[in-house]
């Protein structure tokens, strides 16, 4: 049965993986500016250009205004707009963008979305297979040449297969000759012209089971002749073909006896030789080796070899249609063909026939010391060519000799096909015809014969009577004869009385047998000499074997008596072993001949109990009795209970049997339902008795072949049975059905023609249902049933022809032929009636196989509904009652199986509810709509009375399964009556007939109902759209965030809608947008739902690296909503069925700025759940959207905003720029997929280990609320949301970027595949990567016009109402958004065109409320501006100019766009690497054409003011060039930033953007305290801002407050005169001058202050923040930061020494050089990362600027003496460095305690230089000078930048003495920090000790001594040094001493030489110093004066007063 639009149901759905690429053909190629790399190498000359040029900052304090207006003049504008500034009016305008986004569209969203990964769609149906003839692997065998030594006599060959391990001949003999025509010629007398079908010289073998244990085994036969095989052998042995001339004569005499034999002996033959092949070795072989192999066969003394050469012309590749099996490794379906040769035969012993000898040698031969290879062989070459049979090989003949097409012509030499005897059972339906016997005899024993029998053979015959001319002619030839004979012999056995045979006899049976066929069997003895007057052959025995016994074939082994005479009349309907009166036997009657019998056939069953039941149900068709079976006589008064008794024997059949019998014996089980029989004249009910034992068989089948089921569940035998071969036996009398007559059997059928093509007429045996639904929306000629008809009518003859019998009876013609009457029971209400009485093990049979039930049911009624020419009348009369009602309680009671099992056994309750499932849908096509929902409403109701009770995932799963699959339906949307209007109907949902439904047509419009009710699952909607409700509940239900533990079944219920869309989508019935739209009716609830998960979707802003999400509402509370999107009682009371009510909150409570809850979705879920939304909005009708937008709240329309806002971010294009970087770089660029890729799988990862486990999912969900976002509302919370920090870190996100394409690679491996991406990714092609951003990017474009179009729809709304402007704001934040991402061009000018009609409209809206979105909106225009895709560009600048237009308009200035636009330049420039002003140049251009054409506003100021505002952006474009040119050196750079910033000293909003763009710029350099300062200063400058505005005493009161934290803030004061004042228009407007921005100022430089270790100054911060908290009682901020205190103090404290907190080293650069440009001259302190060592500065240096001017022309100044400018080479730049230490007067000292003080603040720094008086660095100790240097910088460090300007220089010089005291007073330093270290340290200790005591030291402290203290000096100035210097000695040697004695405490044994030597020394020591420290200066120490002295200047470190 057809159902026509069946392939457009769900589960045919095009859109999957590989379907997806055609439908994707034809798109535009969408232009992405991240795609378009610039030319690079161009790009970099001009780089280099500028670096080579001057360095100069600027000419002009700000850049030359003259230049560059000269530069902006001479630039190219873009294309202007055509009609920009014409005034149109709002809705032309409106009509126009619209027209212009509708054109071109994409019909079908989803052929662009890549299609969800999932396994065989649940409910796709596979079509099963046509029952066809069963075949292994198949092998074809080519017999090519068989040449002996000599050539004297014609030699016959058989090939067949043998299993040794199984010990079973594996498949018949193949008989063939190679004989030439000359030597069949010698036969003549014997050979009638032989048939074609016996010249066959290449066979087909099937190998059902293929194994290491399968040999090929040929014997040959050559013409009985006089002498054993040995001597007939010898000649074949002795001769060499090489020595034939030599034996000429003996061969001639060979030769003639041969002829004689032939001549007389020629119908005889003898056993002559064989041999035998591994078959695997040759399988194997030819698939590994290419050269040619050497199968060694043989001796080992004479190398027998198989030579095989290959042959490539015939690699057959077959693929298995056929149902093969066998282990993998034996396949012999991929082998190369191979060419053997076989050289080696061995001599056939005439007393080793019999097969076991065989299996004995072939054991043998695969033993390495085989006993074979010590005989003697007989050398030949067979050539055989061996390889896999191809699929539809030409002039095959089958065994039974018919024809296989194609055979094109029937005089080619044919293939045989040889039939496989498989070693162990297969199990398939007979569905050939197939009958024959074969006979193998075996032995004989005439030993105790009397007479001379020696040369016996055996004379077969197949007889129907007992006369000579009975012998049927049914025997099939071997080689080279007639086709069929009537008489076969054996081969004869010289001189042996007991021969053993291995002859095969194959006959063909007749079709139906009598008790007089018997196999004749006749003994001869051949006498060989021809001697007088005795015969050639002797008969000297008999015996038979009858053919039926009782009824029965008989087969198997035999052991017959034979008897001496011919056998007396009517013998053959007895056994010869009965013993007959007056017969001779041999050997007294003992059976003496051993023969076996087997039958291949498809009519003769050989299981006893099959047999019974076909005989009794024959008996009763032809009303025969008594009926014989076996001994027992039937009468028919107990033939009931026979019957009964049989029907239920079938149980305990072999399985084999049944299934070859299974087509007929389920067709009898039928008939016995449909027709209960006759007896006796009582109708006999065997209903119950055929219900149970088919429940029993089917299971039996499903237990053993568990194997050969679908993903159903379904076993392929019993679907296809249904789909192929049931039908209805009882057809009316005047059924249509065709063909010949043929009584109450089944319907059977053979094709020979095997191809794996199904004959034609078998495609209307299709088990779906024919269906009479509504079939094509718009109408369709005929009804779908006359087409049908026609269908069947035109494939009747087909069927015929195809041997499909069927049967056509009349009533009386029946009842006189078998005396019952045709009692009319319809076959599915038996059915239906027999599984609902069933009960215990049956009904738990049939539940097990539900399926089998369910399909037979709807197979049996459409069969029904077609032959009762029902399929016109109306559904509703269709049925009786009483079919409905057992079909009802059937549903009923298998949900209730289903809800009450599935926790026990889940695997049957899948597989019943997808059985369950697939049975309502079928009916759908069948019954009346309003029953079948009914009974799907039954399920429902019980599914979720259960769920209520018990909130259990599995089941909520199993009822997705179940909705899947009913909703997979081909006429679904039709079934959720899409046209009909929200009026509650009577019935839940009645049947529309399809006339009325059509009339309806799509025309009607959507009445002004409650339009709400269309959108929300309201009891209307539900009834109405009955499925579709139901999904939407599904979805609903799961998706609720306090659904416990569904977060499993996120994806799969998902994936059912994603599904149903994307299959309506593609289905060409639904392609006009009307119908599309009527369609999406459906599923408008679908956005409320959506809705409300939005908190949980997956949030794909997050890794966007823009702000964060927008908040909901502006700052109004949002209103409590009365009606939730989804009203409860109907998410759970499934139309009209109540259940207790789960409560559920109202859907808007959410506070719009709810953070997320629960468990968010994975990306892939949320992917997909939004693409279905854009296909609800993409599709629905605007009107009804507009409407129910009007109905909405303005929180909730807020909540569609952010719904929008997600999808721009969900479906944003990631730049896909092919391979053409290498290595990291094209991973970081990687396609869109990777990086979403590697966060779902982790999702991924998650659900599936996560699945639904309560207690587990409960936590992770905990531990998600923790990591809650801040509120999206507020623009400071976390680190997180910074704009800059997010911006400015790309570097940092892009190695995240790269692990994750790592990590992702490494995913793929182990998970399912997912989505595009299965191979690694860099094995991808450069197609596949093209096409795939063709693709995204279209996706991406689509996605976000459909997203515009929604905000145009929304906006509109706005406009109809003229309420809810507050939503505007939202609308603007979706549009800047999508500008914000990554668009395509095409998208962008309607983005630009709709952000131009609504500022039109709602001007007020950007200028006064959104100020915040002005600012956005200006950066993301002046981005656009400047893009390299000139269309964007062009629209970007018109934007941008009629933005200023309308401000302009609105108060004639437009100081706040100026402002804004400024900032976003300033901001643009400082933060975007790959920036161009080149682009920019030209859009300021456009606007400044627009500015000049723009009549209408040419009189005002405006014109002059857009130039004034472009040349001043021209401006900072140029200072934005020259940052350019540093970007390598970030010193420069940073020194541009800073005088942009101080060029902005006057507005605060810029000045703020650079000082936010340094931050930046330091934290990608990891100069975190530099970071910190910026900010600080951001901070302070918002300070005085803030203060000016508003009086809050906890406020900071402007820099003064933030002194402590550095001195440097001052300079951000706002008192010079031109200040401006906050309250001016457009000034202090952005989101930092409030005190949320100031508090998030402050906390990020706390963070940077921490990161860079300044624990201290996080401490002074915090104390500005602190009271702003207390004010305003925010606890839970406070705790946070007493936290970070916490840590902050508790790190001081660890890390007091300071070595573990370096905080920067210092250097002074000068600079020096004409080419330095205005650097020249200027001196510097640079501050670099701790420990920097000057050698690393200075080859930094060196290498940048060496770069810049070339290496020859740099150098660096080595020594730090004052450079004199005029000795330098003027055209080389010079660079002296020196490293320099903070300098502390000692009255500084007192403050700068800790290491951080000392650290800290620094403005003072100091180096020193040694000098002597004659010019020298160095002299000896009496002349050598020392110069410090005190260098003053203008700012403290750290500063905002890393170099600073020094302003002072100061120089002291010291004298020799001067030096020699602090160089005595450092060494006492260290000896003392030595000695008092803890932990101590013995070898610091000793080697500061060795420097002081150790007497080689020289210039140490004795020389010291000597030189400065020897005599007191003359002069009296230096009376003070000399005293401070011999004190310094004391000091030295106490120190020394105290040093000595630890070291003492600390040393090993090891050591107490080293210290004695040093306590010696040291001693030394002391004693040379003692006189010269204990001298005093006698001056020094006169009494103390009075105090009116005046003091002298030297003394005044004295505390002693000094009179002269």
């Given amino acids: 049965m057809v159902n026509r639009y069946h392939k457009l149901g769900t589960g045919f759905n095009p859109n999957t993986l590989d379907k997806q690429k055609e439908r994707q053909r034809g798109l535009p190629k969408q232009v992405f500016e991240s795609d378009e790399l610039p030319d690079s190498s161009a790009y970099q000359d001009e780089q280099d250009d500028l670096k080579r040029r001057s360095m100069s900052i600027d000419d002009t304090p700000r850049g030359s205004w003259a230049c560059s207006i000269f530069d902006l003049k001479n630039s190219q504008p873009d294309a202007l707009l055509p009609h920009l500034l014409d005034r149109a009016p709002n809705e032309e305008i409106d009509r126009h963008n619209e027209d212009q986004r509708k054109a071109n569209r994409h019909r079908e969203v989803f052929a662009l979305h890549p299609a969800l990964d999932e396994d065989e769609p649940i409910e796709r149906h596979c079509v099963p297979e046509v029952p066809k003839e069963h075949f292994g692997q198949r092998l074809l065998v080519k017999c090519l040449s068989l040449k002996f030594e000599i050539e004297i006599e014609p030699i016959f060959a058989s090939l067949a297969l043998y299993d040794v391990k199984e010990k079973k001949k594996i498949s018949e003999n193949f008989f063939f000759d190679l004989n030439s025509e000359q030597t069949k010629g010698m036969l003549k007398p014997h050979i009638q012209t032989a048939a074609i079908s016996t010249l066959a010289r290449s066979a087909i073998f099937s190998i059902t089971y293929p194994s290491q244990d399968v040999f090929l085994v040929i014997k040959l036969e050559k013409v009985l002749q006089q002498g054993d095989i040995g001597e007939c052998a010898e000649p074949y042995m002795v001769f060499k073909e090489a020595d034939n001339t030599k034996n000429k004569e003996k061969l001639e005499k060979l030769r003639g006896q041969s002829e004689q034999f032939c001549q007389r002996l020629g119908k005889y033959r003898m056993p002559f030789a064989w041999t035998a092949i591994h078959l695997m070795n040759i399988v194997n072989s030819a698939g590994s080796l290419e050269r040619d192999t050497e199968l060694e066969m043989g001796l080992p003394e004479r190398k027998g070899s198989w030579s095989e050469r290959r042959n490539s012309s015939i690699v057959g590749r077959r693929s298995l249609e056929r149902t093969t099996s066998g282990d993998e490794s034996c396949s012999l379906t991929s082998f190369r063909p191979a060419t053997l040769t076989v050289t080696n035969f061995f001599k056939q012993e005439g007393d080793r026939l019999s097969d076991e000898d065989l299996f004995k040698f072939l054991a043998d031969m695969r033993r390495p010391s085989s006993v074979l290879r010590r005989l003697r062989p007989i050398t030949a070459q067979l050539k055989l060519d061996i390889s896999p049979a191809p699929d539809n090989p030409h002039y095959c003949l089958t065994p039974e000799l018919m024809q296989v097409k194609p055979y094109p012509d029937s005089r080619v030499r044919p293939t045989r096909e040889i039939l496989e005897f498989p070693p162990r059972d297969v199990y398939v339906p007979n569905t050939t015809y197939r009958n024959i016997l074969y006979v193998y005899p075996q032995s004989l024993n005439f030993a105790n014969r009397q007479g001379s029998a020696r040369n016996i053979t055996v004379k077969v015959q197949f007889m129907n009577g007992e006369d000579i001319s009975n012998a049927l002619p049914v025997i099939f030839g071997k080689s080279s004869c007639a086709e069929y004979a009537k008489e076969a012999y054996t081969a004869v056995v010289y001189h042996n009385r007991s021969p053993d045979f291995h002859d095969e006899i194959k006959i063909k049976l007749p079709a139906s047998l009598t008790d007089h066929h018997h196999i004749l069997f006749t003994f001869y003895h051949v006498s060989c000499q021809q001697k007088q007057n005795t015969p050639l052959e002797t008969p000297v025995g008999y015996t038979w074997i009858p053919m039926l016994q009782n009824g029965r074939l008989r087969t198997g082994h035999f052991c017959l008596p034979v008897s001496l005479e011919k056998p007396p009349q009517s013998y053959s309907v007895l056994s010869p072993e009965v013993p007959l009166p007056g017969m001779k036997w041999v050997d007294n009657h003992r059976g003496v001949f051993n023969c076996e019998v087997v039958t291949v056939s498809a009519l003769h069953t050989q299981d006893q109990y099959l047999d019974k039941f076909f005989a009794l149900v024959h008996a009763l068709d032809e009303h025969t009795f008594p009926v014989r079976i076996g001994d027992m006589r039937i009468m028919e008064n107990n033939l009931e209970a026979e019957l009964k008794t049989s029907i239920a024997a079938l149980n305990s059949t072999q399985l084999e049997p049944v299934l070859r019998f299974l087509h007929l014996l389920l067709d009898k089980l039928v008939v016995l339902v449909v027709r209960p029989p006759v007896i006796a004249g009582q109708i006999v009910n065997l209903g119950q008795a055929s219900f149970e034992v088919m429940a029993s068989i089917v299971n039996r089948l499903h237990k053993y072949l568990d194997t050969s089921q679908d993903q159903h569940g379904r076993n392929s035998l019993l679907s296809s049975y249904i789909h192929y071969v049931f039908r209805l036996p009882n057809m009316d009398p005047n059924s249509p059905s065709p063909g010949p007559g043929g009584l109450g059997g089944s319907v059977h059928y053979a094709t020979m023609a095997r191809s794996a093509v199904r004959p034609a007429s078998l495609n209307l045996n299709r088990s779906r249902s024919l269906s009479n639904s509504n079939p094509d929306i718009s109408g369709t000629p005929t009804s779908p049933d006359d087409e049908v008809r026609s269908i069947i009518g035109s494939k009747a003859m087909e069927r015929s022809g195809n041997r499909m019998s069927s049967h056509t009876e009349s009533a009386s013609f029946l009842q006189t032929l078998t005396g019952r009457l045709p009692t009319k029971k319809l076959f599915h209400e038996e059915l239906a009636l027999q599984w609902v009485v069933s009960s215990g093990s049956v009904r738990e049979g049939a539940l097990q196989q539900a399926w089998f039930f369910f399909e037979l049911m709807v197979k049996s009624i459409i069969q029904h509904l077609y032959f009762a020419d029902r399929l016109e009348s109306p559904r509703k009369n269709r049925f009786p009652e009483r079919f409905m009602d057992d079909i009802t309680a059937l549903v009923s009671t298998i949900a209730g199986d289903i809800v009450t099992r599935f926790q026990k056994d889940l695997e049957l309750v899948e597989r019943l509810n997808m059985s369950l499932a697939f049975f309502l849908n079928d009916l759908l096509s069948v019954m009346d709509r309003g029953f079948v929902f009914t009974l799907v409403r039954t399920y429902w109701k019980q599914v979720s009375t259960k769920l209520y009770a018990l909130q259990n995932p599995t089941l909520e799963s199993l009822r997705l399964d179940f909705l899947r699959i009913v909703c997979s339906h081909e006429h679904y949307v039709t079934l959720n009556l899409p046209c009909s209007l929200l009026t509650p109907p009577a019935s839940p949902s009645p049947s529309v007939s399809s006339a009325t439904s059509q009339s309806s047509g799509f025309s009607t419009h959507v009445q002004d109902q409650k339009i709400a009710n269309m959108f929300e699952l309201s009891v209307p909607f539900r009834e109405q759209h009955y499925l579709a409700g139901l999904v939407l509940a599904e979805l609903a239900i799961i998706l609720d965030p306090e659904a416990e533990g569904m977060f499993g079944l996120h994806k799969k219920v998902i994936s059912v809608v994603h599904n149903l869309l994307s299959s309506h989508d593609s289905d060409p019935r639904y392609a006009d947008p009307e119908v599309k739209a009527r369609v999406a009716m459906l599923y408008l609830p679908l956005i409320g739902i959506v809705m409300e998960t939005l908190p949980q979707l997956h949030d794909f802003t997050e890794s966007h690296n823009q702000w964060s999400r927008p908040g909901g509402t502006g700052g109004e509370e949002p ?582 907190r370096m905080f920067g080293t210092y250097f002074r650069v000068g600079i020096y050089g004409s080419k330095f440009g205005d650097l020249d001259e200027q001196e510097f302190v640079y501050k670099e990362p701790a420990i920097t060592k000057l050698a690393e500065i200075s080859h930094r240096l060196e290498g940048f600027y060496g770069e810049r001017f070339g290496e020859e022309q740099v150098e660096v100044i080595k020594d730090s003496n004052p450079v004199d400018k005029c000795k330098l080479d003027p055209n080389k730049a010079f660079i002296q460095i020196t490293y320099v230490e903070p300098y502390f007067d000692t009255y500084e000292m007192k403050d700068r305690i800790t290491y951080f003080d000392k650290n800290y603040n620094l403005r003072r720094f100091v180096y020193c230089t040694p000098f002597t008086l004659d010019g020298r660095a160095h002299g000896d100790l009496h002349e050598q000078y020392k110069r410090k240097t005190i260098l003053t910088t203008s700012h403290a460090f750290p500063y905002i930048k890393t170099r600073i300007n020094i302003i002072h220089k100061e120089e002291i010089i010291s004298m020799p003495i001067e030096v020699a005291i602090e160089d005595m007073q450092k060494k006492t330093q260290e000896l003392a920090f030595a000695t008092h270290q803890d932990p101590s340290d013995a070898k610091m200790l000793q080697m500061v000790l060795q420097g002081s005591v150790g007497t080689t030291v020289n210039q140490g402290p004795l020389e010291v001594a000597q030189v400065f203290l020897s005599e007191i000096p003359s002069d009296p100035k230096l009376y003070r040094h000399h005293n401070k210097l011999r004190l310094c000695f004391k000091d030295f040697t106490k120190r020394c001493e105290d040093a000595l004695r630890k070291n003492k405490s600390l040393i090993g044994p090891d050591q107490k030489e080293y210290q004695r030597e040093l306590e010696r020394n040291y001693h030394r020591l002391k004693e040379s110093l003692q006189p010269l420290i204990n001298r005093k200066i006698p001056q020094l120490y006169k009494p103390v004066l009075q105090v009116n002295s005046h003091r002298d200047s030297f003394s005044r470190m004295s505390l002693r007063k000094l009179e002269m």
Wanted: one cysteine or more; hydrophobic letters at 40%; glycine letters at 4%.
């Fill in 1119 to 1700: 209103e409590v909503e009365g009606n939730s999107m989804i009203s409860q009682t109907v998410a759970n009371a499934i139309a009209g069925t109540s259940v207790p009510q789960m409560s559920r909150p109202s859907s808007f409570l959410l506070n719009p700025q709810a953070t997320r809850q629960h468990g968010t979705f994975s990306a892939e879920s949320s992917r997909s759940l939004l693409i279905c939304l854009l296909w609800v909005l993409k599709n629905a009708d605007e009107m009804v959207l507009q409407k129910w937008f009007t109905d909405l709240s303005v929180s909730q329309l807020n909540r569609i905003l952010d719904m929008l806002y997600l999808c721009v971010s969900c479906f944003e294009y990631k730049a896909h720029v092919l391979f053409t970087m290498q290595g990291k770089k094209a991973f970081e660029r990687m396609n869109s997929l990777t990086f979403k890729k590697s966060k779902d799988m982790k999702a991924k990862l998650e659900e599936a280990i996560l699945g639904s486990i309560g207690a587990r999912q409960e936590m992770v969900r905990r531990s998600r609320g923790q990591l809650e976002r801040s509120p999206s509302g507020s623009a400071f919370g976390s680190q997180e949301n910074l704009r800059w920090r997010k911006d400015m870190t790309h570097w940092r996100q892009n190695s995240e970027k790269m692990d994750k394409s790592h990590r992702s690679v490494r995913f793929r491996d182990t998970l399912p595949r997912y989505g595009r991406i299965q191979e690694p990714l860099l094995a991808r092609t450069r197609a596949e990567l093209e096409h795939e951003a063709l693709i995204d990017g279209n996706l991406a474009t689509e996605a976000n016009i459909i997203i515009l179009d929604t905000l145009e729809i929304i906006v509109q709304t706005v406009s109809v109402t003229e309420s809810k402007e507050s939503i505007l704001g939202g609308v603007l934040k979706v549009l800047l958004h999508s500008m914000a991402c990554n668009q395509s061009a095409l998208y962008l000018q309607h983005c630009f065109a709709t952000q131009r009609a609504l500022v039109s409209k709602f001007p007020e809206l950007l200028f006064e409320e959104e100020t915040e979105q002005c600012a956005d909106l200006c950066l993301r225009l002046l981005r656009s501006c400047s893009s390299s895709i000139s269309t964007i560009r062009a629209h970007a600048s018109a934007s941008l100019y009629l933005l200023m237009r309308q401000n302009f308009e609105i108060g004639n200035n437009f100081a706040r766009v100026k402002m804004q636009v400024t900032m976003s330049l300033s901001s643009l420039v400082g933060t975007s690497q790959n920036f161009n002003e080149e682009f920019l140049r030209r859009s300021l251009k456009t606007i400044l054409t627009y500015a000049e054409e723009d009549l209408e506003l040419r009189e005002t100021t405006f014109p002059d003011q857009v130039q004034d505002l472009v040349f001043n952006l021209h401006m900072i474009l140029s200072d934005t060039v020259k940052m350019k040119e540093h970007q390598e050196d970030p010193e420069m750079l940073i020194d541009l930033m800073y005088r942009i910033a101080k060029g902005y000293q006057t507005s605060p909003d810029l000045r703020l953007t650079w000082l936010q763009n340094m931050a930046g710029k330091h934290a990608e350099r990891t100069n975190h305290a530099e970071a910190a300062q910026c900010l600080v200063h951001s901070a302070a400058l918002v300070a005085e801002y803030l203060s000016m505005l508003e009086d809050r005493k906890y406020l900071p009161v402007g820099c003064v407050t933030f002194q402590n934290i550095s001195s440097n803030v001052l300079e951000e004061s706002a008192v010079s005169d031109d200040v401006v004042s906050p309250d001016e228009e457009g000034i202090c407007s952005g989101k930092y001058f409030t005190e949320a921005g100031l508090v998030g100022l402050l906390e990020q430089g706390a963070a940077s202050f921490s990161m860079a270790g300044m624990y201290e100054a996080v401490n002074e911060v915090y104390k500005v923040l602190i009271p702003i908290h207390e004010a305003n009682r925010d606890a839970k901020k406070l705790a946070t930061i007493h936290g970070k205190l916490q840590e902050a103090f508790s790190k001081i404290v660890h890390q007091s020494t300071g070595w573990e």
